[in-house]
């Protein structure tokens, strides 16, 4: 009650910049989508909202610029879009079926879980290349999932 309370007192007087420090830290997860989704909305009012959060999903879901820190040191600042440029592009994984999996020459190591295949691709080429080859040799590509850098991935390489 004590959050809920501070970021409605935040507001009494309709600032136009908010500084919060975790904001969700401690709610239900009710009223922390709610409070996101709020937080979201304020955008279209113009308010400036700097946000201090160790809730990664909640920074990219609400943020418009994020700035990456270590040890006090700003080491990247920008959009979402701009920061996976940054640190790495869009890459893919394939999931088939086959029914020898030893006919698959020339795409990466695959893995098989539940009966299905599975081969990364770091590229738009790479991801044609392993496509063509497994249907090729009598495969069927169940799915294609693209993945871009999470911000957790993107502070993970900051940190090495």
Same mark, same amino acid.
């Given at each position: ?9 935040? =507001?009494?007087?309709n600032p136009? !910049?908010?500084?919060?420090d ?11 989508? +709610?409070?996101?989704?709020?937080l ?13 959060a160790?809730n ?14 270590r040890?006090?040191?700003? !080491?990247?600042?920008g959009t979402m ?17 086959i ?10 190591? +695959?893995? +098989?879980? @539940? @009966? =299905? +295949?599975k ?7 790479? =991801?044609?290349?392993?496509? @063509? ?7 069927r !590509? ?9 911000l957790?991935?993107?502070? !993970?390489?900051?940190?090495k």
């Amino acid at each position: 009650m004590k959050r809920k309370v501070a970021i409605a007192r935040s =507001l009494m007087h309709n600032p136009s !910049v908010l500084i919060y420090d975790e904001p969700t830290s401690g709610l239900d997860p009710m009223t922390s989508r +709610y409070i996101i989704g709020f937080l979201r909305d304020l955008r279209y009012e113009k308010k400036t909202i700097v946000l201090s959060a160790h809730n990664l999903f909640q920074v990219e879901t609400i943020c418009d610029k994020v700035m990456i820190l270590r040890r006090g040191k700003m !080491v990247a600042m920008g959009t979402m879009n701009e920061l996976r440029e940054m640190f790495g592009s869009i890459s893919y994984t394939i999931t088939f079926t086959i029914d020898d999996i030893n006919t698959i020459k020339g795409c990466r190591e +695959y893995t +098989y879980e @539940g @009966g =299905l +295949y599975k081969i990364p691709a770091d590229s738009i080429e790479e =991801l044609n290349t392993c496509t @063509g080859i497994i249907a090729s040799k009598g495969g069927r !590509v169940e799915r294609i999932e693209s993945h871009y850098p999470s911000l957790e991935e993107m502070l !993970v390489k900051v940190g090495k």
